[in-house]
């Protein structure tokens, strides 16, 4: 097979425009394609850029058109994961079936161990139940909400299967989540995302098969602690019994923080930075407008990665976490405190996009000590519940600006559910935030145009964007048990379902293939 690089195309054309340039280039008519990449490129109009993967042999092209396209025709060559349990692992036991949790588990199970996975939440079927009477209600289950639950914080995202990893391991993620029912242009778009009412249906086939290989679920039951001799953990403790296993992993997820405190107990965690902020929204309409110059159902849901660092603030701000076409949900898991999360449904095709829009913050803020960042976010998402009164605290960015609180709505209607309160956000962070927020939405503006208009909605509270802790390890054990694994992105190493995903992998060959005296 050879792979062509480099084909554009304008973006309103079909795949049958797209096999006549690849007929013309190569200068061949029978043959079988499939497309390897795809993005878009609004440098000169709007065009799809495509690399496709082509059944033929590189001598079956004529040698003119190879020295024509030598830059973009080269032998394809498709590379497996190989991985075999070279440690004769038997069984783990797995805290959290996020990402992590669900990935290390995957590859541990077809690798022939017997696998145990621990959940403090319910299966996902029961736990979209509970978020939606939180919506409806907003009557919160502490035990099964965004954050706790089958598939993680990320089930209720808009599943962006998006990282900065060059590691090659990432097609073989891709590649597991079309084989459970993902759509197969996540394999080949340049920023894929399955949706998630798509994701759902994906980690429950996950665990199916999981199943299938020997592996057991336990759902609402809690992780409590631990008990360990000569060094290794030799039991894993929840509120319905005791687990032993060759390899303990813990796969938590970012806002476990009773979790937190008890592996603090153990002397296994330090702080770490981490951003705050709020969700801002616009039309989905005006961002398609400022990124396309148009608006088209033919095109991707608009999106938009800000940065700002200002020597002038104590702070970097930027975007996280953008939902073209989504919606502004309550992520919070503990009684009487508020914040909150994007997602989107895989059409992505509500009136609405938002992202997060946070400032990095360190020690200096949230203070010394391993858990301070933590009480940190329980302290601002007590003071956002507060000033809602239970509901989000909204505000239309002019006032924001100008710190005073909202009293009419422009364009923009907030999609919070099941209410939101008006009130002034700059009462809930340290001035130094506001202000660095402030100057970064101005520059953003001016990057994205209408960015900072003063109908543009701000919801307050996005405080989980990323642990306040990390779990110590080396050769992804902890220093003090070697054969307690810290992953994911509650331990401290990744952030979005791709990067834990990938972590959960790392760590599974870790303990199939590692170096057992380590």
Do not use: W
């Amino acid at each position: 097979m050879i792979i062509l690089r480099n084909i554009k195309i304008p973006y309103d054309k079909d795949q049958g425009f797209l096999r006549e340039k690849i007929e013309k280039e190569i200068n061949k008519k029978d043959f079988d394609f499939k497309i390897y990449k795809k993005s878009l490129d609004a440098r000169k109009g709007l065009n799809f850029v495509y690399q496709v993967v082509i059944d033929l042999d590189l001598d079956e092209i004529d040698k003119k058109v190879q020295k024509r396209l030598k830059n973009n025709l080269a032998v394809f060559k498709e590379e497996k994961l190989q991985v075999e349990n070279k440690n004769e692992i038997k069984s783990a036991v797995i805290v959290g079936t996020g990402p992590a949790g669900l990935f290390a588990a995957y590859l541990l199970a077809k690798k022939g161990v017997k696998v145990a996975l621990i959940e403090r939440g319910k299966p996902v079927d029961e736990r979209v139940k509970d978020i939606e009477v939180l919506h409806k209600t907003g009557v919160l289950n502490e035990e099964s909400n965004v954050q706790f639950g089958e598939g993680g914080a990320g089930t209720f995202s808009d599943g962006k299967l998006t990282s900065r990893s060059k590691d090659k391991r990432m097609g073989q993620i891709f590649d597991i989540f079309v084989d459970h029912g993902a759509p197969e242009e996540i394999l080949y778009e340049q920023k894929p995302h399955i949706g998630t009412d798509i994701l759902r249906d994906v980690i429950k086939n996950m665990r199916r098969e999981i199943e299938d290989l020997g592996g057991s679920y336990h759902f609402s039951e809690k992780f409590l602690d631990f008990e360990a001799c000569g060094g290794n953990v030799s039991k894993i403790i929840t509120d319905k019994g005791d687990y032993q296993a060759d390899a303990y992993i813990l796969a938590l997820g970012n806002s476990a923080r009773d979790t937190f405190r008890t592996l603090d107990d153990h002397g296994l965690l330090e702080s770490k930075p981490f951003a705050v902020g709020f969700r801002i929204e616009h039309l989905r309409k005006d961002i398609e407008l400022a990124q396309f110059g148009m608006n088209s159902d033919k095109l991707p849901g608009a999106t938009y990665q800000l940065n700002v660092t200002d020597k002038d603030f104590d702070h970097s701000v930027y975007t996280f976490c953008m939902c073209p076409g989504g919606y502004v949900v309550n992520s919070s898991s503990i009684e009487g405190q508020v914040c909150v999360n994007g997602m989107s449904y895989h059409d992505r095709d509500g009136d609405n996009s938002n992202s997060a829009v946070v400032a990095t913050i360190d020690e200096k803020i949230y203070g010394k000590g391993n858990l301070a960042g933590m009480d940190f976010q329980n302290e601002i998402e007590k003071k956002a519940y507060e000033m809602g009164g239970g509901k989000a605290p909204v505000q239309r960015l002019g006032d924001f600006m100008e710190g005073r609180i909202t009293e009419e709505l422009g364009k923009v209607k907030p999609t919070f559910i099941p209410g939101y309160v008006f009130a002034d956000l700059n009462e809930i962070y340290p001035e130094s935030i506001n202000k660095a927020i402030k100057n970064a939405l101005k520059v953003m503006d001016k990057r994205v145009k209408g960015f900072a208009s003063d109908d543009a909605i701000l919801t307050g509270v996005e405080t989980r964007t990323s642990s306040p802790v990390r779990i110590v390890r080396e050769n992804y054990r902890t220093e003090k048990y070697k054969n307690l694994y810290p992953i994911g992105e509650g331990a401290g190493y990744s952030g979005g379902i791709i990067s834990s995903a990938l972590d959960g992998i790392k760590c599974a060959i870790e303990i199939l293939e590692g170096d057992k005296s380590c």
